[in-house]
């Protein structure tokens, strides 16, 4: 059996009731809660769609108020990832420059948890890591901070050449924005803070 990362990419670009999903579900030992999205709770993944099409997966790596929201994603990632591996590890295992790049707030504090989200192409998919300040270490020996970060999140979809045409130029055409302001409503109605390791 395909491990959990790459039977969920394999899953993208097909309708929900094709038989390799159902194959999933079932495999995955529970049904979705449906809220727009799929949601599996128990695993930290939410499978998202458009007109009955899979574009996109969310990971959720770090969490709290799981009860409310999603338990910790426990699963395999992509080239040998680990789920404790921060920013720079990241980006030397996948051997790639990330896409795109958005970072903010490095000077607030610890508990702060949205500093940083690299988007990498991996055709057919493009994969957003997300990253939360763990701590930082003033150095003596550097100039400025040393930020280490810890991975909160991944999410996973299609890219814009293989997307479905039926998917495509439309206002649901950026899943991973549809779901980001999803977590943003989830995080303020359960006072959502990333849980840190020390």
Not at 105 to 126: C, E, F, G, K, R
Not at 153 to 158: E, Q, T
Not at 188 to 194: I, K, L, P, S
Request: a negative charge; charged letters at 25%; proline letters at 5%.
């Amino acid at each position: 059996m395909l491990n959990t990362y790459e039977r969920v990419s394999a899953l993208l670009g097909k309708p929900i009731d094709d038989a390799l999903c159902s194959r999933f579900v079932r495999d995955i030992g529970y049904e979705p809660k449906f809220n727009g999205t799929y949601l599996f709770a128990k695993s930290g993944l939410v499978l998202m769609h458009h007109r009955r099409i899979l574009v996109a997966a969310f990971f959720q790596i770090e969490c709290e108020d799981a009860q409310d929201w999603l338990e910790p994603y426990v699963g395999d990632l992509p080239r040998d990832i680990q789920l404790s591996d921060g920013r720079g590890v990241i980006s030397t295992k996948l051997g790639i420059s990330p896409v795109n790049v958005e970072q903010s707030n490095l000077d607030m504090p610890v508990d702060h948890s949205s500093v940083a989200m690299d988007t990498y192409a991996m055709p057919p998919l493009l994969l957003t890591f997300n990253f939360a300040l763990k701590k930082v270490v003033a150095d003596a020996q550097v100039t400025g901070k040393q930020v280490e970060t810890i991975l909160t999140s991944l999410i996973v979809r299609l890219d814009d050449d293989n997307l479905p045409e039926s998917c495509k130029e439309t206002e649901d055409s950026r899943p991973e924005e549809s779901f980001m302001a999803i977590t943003r409503r989830r995080r303020a109605q359960f006072n959502f803070r990333g849980r840190h390791r020390g």
